[in-house]
């Protein structure tokens, strides 16, 4: 079946715009990550959904940054006032369940440019 | 903040040789996963191994766990030119939801 998907691949915007990134994780997967990989801090986590629980927001930098999932599947990263140091490859991993034991599905990732 | 550190930075070897990358980490884990990257996009998983365990192979890979040493190597058997990616490892933290936190990487050259 279909892997997980990201959108857009590249985005390039001007500081202090607001941006979305669109996660389509593994169907039936219940279990979505949102990862940032940037060249001074490596990969970090950002938040992760599992079902219909409270995320897990500790990863999220500042509260600038907010994310939702909706009806369990599609999630969308939300970046407001964008800076330049938001500029980094953000990824979206889905799994069957929030759980140490089940693998984690990368998807190619969004590529962000904050000019 | 980075749970593990992983030497060597950068590794560059022959196709046809043996390449070793090592990680270390800080607190107590449920597994240590590895994963590939290619051209710094999509992570795909290589190999989990338990807490419990000490050592897994899959294929030309082998990892094995020092849980008192808080550290991890994955060897990469009769390397080939398509192995050339970078390489992290990845632990869970328990009761943590499987959120994982990744090392540094190693980027792996290997020249045909």
């Known amino acids: 079946g279909a892997g997980v998907s990201q959108s857009p691949s590249n985005k390039v915007t001007e500081k202090g715009k607001d941006v979305e990134l669109r996660c389509d994780p593994i169907?039936?997967?219940?279990?979505l990550y949102w990862y940032r990989q940037s060249l001074g801090q490596g990969l970090e986590f950002l938040i992760y959904f599992q079902g219909n629980s409270a995320p897990d927001k500790s990863g999220l930098p500042s509260d600038r940054f907010s994310a939702e999932r909706t009806g369990g599947s599609v999630s969308t990263l939300t970046i407001q006032r964008t800076q330049q140091e938001d500029s980094a490859v953000y990824l979206c991993?889905?799994?069957?369940?929030?759980?140490?034991?089940?693998?984690?599905?990368f998807g190619p990732g969004t590529r962000l440019t904050v000019t | 903040s980075q749970q593990g550190e992983e030497d060597p930075q950068a590794l560059s070897i022959q196709e046809g040789e043996n390449a070793t990358m090592n990680c270390s980490y800080k607190?107590?884990?449920?597994?240590l996963q590895w994963y590939r990257q290619n051209s710094g996009r999509g992570l795909v998983h290589l190999i989990l191994i338990r807490s419990n365990e000490r050592e897994k192979h899959s294929g030309r890979l082998r990892v094995t766990l020092d849980t008192s040493k808080k550290s991890s190597s994955l060897l990469i058997t009769a390397s080939r030119a398509a192995d050339t990616a970078s390489y992290f490892c990845?632990?869970?933290?328990?009761?943590?939801?499987?959120?994982?936190?990744f090392g540094q990487g190693t980027e792996l050259s290997v020249k045909p």
């Open positions: 169907s039936g997967h219940t279990a």
């Open positions: 607190t107590s884990i449920n597994n």
């Open positions: 990845a632990t869970d933290l328990y009761n943590q939801g499987g959120k994982l936190i």
């Open positions: 991993a889905s799994s069957l369940e929030a759980s140490p034991q089940y693998e984690q599905y």
